[in-house]
């Protein structure tokens, strides 16, 4: 056999391998999906425009400063110094912010630095006694603080991780944890196609303590002369992290010095939830100057909550080796309300 149909033969094996391993990963069943049973679930919540519009389908695409959520094997492909900073009015009463920093070390890879948090408006506090309010206001945050580092191993094969520092508090009571995050990106033989994965959140368990938790007990309610009034605290259950792994490709279909079409399929493998499949395409025009997106979330979910999802982008020199872009996104939800994702990425 001539040894060009050989190796392309051997080639497609391999992508044919690729894909059949995703879906069969999505086809597997679970006999318990354990849905709500993880701490810390803001983790869980997408970083940037860019990536929600194309239906989360992003973990062979991470090229950008937001790889540190996506896929921190990304990372290694930034050249530049880059900042990223996204908000979002999250669902109902809450506050998403996400905001990070890419930093090429010339010769030894790219540190990462990325900060992370969702929060919730003041609330009442209010009792049994005085279901109208105590006059007692009180809210709850959630933050992550991470380190990430990746660096080309190859040409075509990088690869990266993030340690992140995990903290939660509602009113006086706090649980802290710590994850990991590890990804790499491939660039296969086949022309403009890439292969990427990623396990995120992989960590310690958290349990709430604090001050809300204590309360007065007497210990011998039979016996007189004791003390009726020890303090005793209420012993809350340790939660994981929420624990999940992505595959992905991403494939160029067109590229040339005007425009770009990018479709990209993601399969996801949650500890507290169903497996699904995310997709979404990237039509760049102009030399990369205006971006066009759609994608869509949870494919193959039993109650999915995700659907469609669509947004563009602009980017623009101002000056310098100063560029900016800015991103908008569309999420719809089917029962809580659909929300707009606000990006702005400063590359210099």
Known sequence: MDKSIDKKIRKNLLLSAIIISIFVSLAASQDVEKVGTSAATFLRVP??????????????????VSALFWNPGGLARIDRYELLVDHSPWLPGLSFNYIALAIPLQGYGTMGLSVTSLGTQKMDVTT???????????????????????????????????????????????????????????????????????????????????DDLNLRVDIAPDQKGNNQSVVGQLKTDRFDMPLIMRVGLAWDALNSDFNRLTIAVDGLNPNDNGHSLN?????????????????????????P???LTLGAGASLNVGGNIRLRAEYAYQQFIHLGDVNRYTLIVNF
Do not use: C, H, W
């Open 279 to 303: 997709v979404g395409a990237e039509y760049a025009l102009f030399n990369e100057q205006v971006l066009l997106r759609a994608g869509y979330n949870e494919l193959f979910l039993d109650e």
């Open 128 to 210: 049994p006694d005085q279901p109208m309010g105590t006059g007692e206001t009180f809210d709850a945050a959630s933050v992550a603080v991470g380190l990430s580092f990746s660096r080309k191993l190859t040409d075509r094969f990088s690869l990266g991780a993030t340690f992140k520092y995990v903290n939660e508090r509602i009113f006086n009571s706090t649980a802290t944890g710590f994850a990991l995050d590890i990804g790499a990106v491939y660039d296969t033989p086949f022309e403009g196609i890439r292969f990427g994965f990623s396990v995120s959140n992989f960590g310690t368990k958290m349990q709430m303590t604090g």
């Open 47 to 64: 970083v940037g425009a860019r990536a929600v519009a194309m239906g989360g389908a992003f973990v062979a695409q991470s090229n950008d």
């Open 305 to 307: 909550e995700k659907g």
